[in-house]
């Protein structure tokens, strides 16, 4: 097997990076989802179609809901530190 030429592929701990973040925004969406939908049906759209949106309107309820704020924190440096390798 010839080795890939350079300047392709991703770098395995990039990968893992990437992975992790789909994981936790994953989680967290859902986690979206059920607290929009349980405090107001418009919410619940919003998250379905605008998640960034909803989680500012959700941002007064953030110690009620820190978990989903930490995931999706998690989320976001994850996937930053996947692009910056």
């Not at 990039?14 to 929009?36: D, E, K, M, N, P």
Request: net charge positive; charged share 10%.
């Amino acid at each position: 097997m010839e080795p890939a030429a350079t300047g392709t592929g991703m770098a395995p701990v990039a990968a893992v990076l990437t992975v992790f973040a789909l994981v936790f925004g994953f989680i967290s969406w859902l986690r979206l989802l059920r607290v929009g939908f349980g405090e107001q049906t418009a919410l619940g759209l919003l998250a379905v179609f605008l998640p960034p949106l909803a989680l500012l309107l959700l941002l007064p309820r953030w110690r009620q809901e820190r978990e989903m704020f930490l995931l999706a924190a998690a989320a976001l440096t994850f996937f930053c530190a996947a692009q910056l390798l």
